[in-house]
């Protein structure tokens, strides 16, 4: 079974405007670590926002928000006022456990398109 | 804060030859992991590194293997090359904390093509 699913292949967004990108993950692990990054054509991830299974509010970061719903288990990036920079791929990923050995796993991406 | 750095940006090698990459990461950071990106396979987790010991380690074949030296830096080595190899090969460092949140710090890729 997937453990982080990214539903949406791509995305179009017009400048200025709002976007939200689906990620729904599995685990059976309680502490575990959501995060979100962005990789634009030159390859390099790029950290946007992290949230913790034990964390009571949702993140912010600047215009990246992360919509929290743990029950769901979704985790989805909201980005506020799109800008043309924001076009790259998005993945989001999860860390299990806490401490020693740990890894990441990621999704399958969602590519996003800012149009003016 | 210097990021994380990898070494070269790009490589082209031939079927059957073997390749090292190298990463330096954040000063100060232990941990070193590796993920191997391809559009078929996306982003997968090779081998992770923490004060010179591979901690974890992903479904790769033994033609991957990697090591860390005492200043934390690391290389991975690809043995055999197949052509199944061309990938964008990626290297994290984190601080790594027992607690809390402790986030993961990419390089810029080292793409490898093998022809």
Known sequence: AQKITQTQPGMFVQEKEA?????????????????????????????????????????????????????????????????????????????????????????????????? | KAGVTQTPRYLIKTRGQQVTLSCSPISGHRSVSWYQQTPGQGLQFLFEYFSETQRNKGNFPGRFSGRQFSNSRSEMNVSTLELGDSALYLCASSPISSTGFYGYTFGSGTRLTVV
């Not at chain 1, 976007?19 to 390859?43: A, I």
């Not at chain 1, 926002?49 to 600047?62: F, K, L, M, R, V």
């Not at chain 1, 979704?74 to 806490?98: H, K, P």
């Open chain 1, 19 to 116: 976007v939200t990108l689906d990620c729904t993950y599995d685990t059976s692990d309680p502490s575990y670590g959501l995060f979100w990054y962005k990789q634009p054509s030159s390859g390099e991830m790029i950290f946007l926002i992290y949230q913790g299974s034990y964390d009571q509010q949702n993140a912010t970061e600047g215009r990246y928000s992360l919509n929290f719903q743990k029950a769901r288990k979704s985790a989805n990036l909201v980005i506020s006022a799109s800008q043309l920079g924001d076009s790259a791929m998005y993945f989001c990923a999860m860390r299990e456990g806490t401490g020693t050995a740990s890894k990441l796993t990621f999704g399958t991406g969602t590519r996003l398109q800012v149009t003016l």
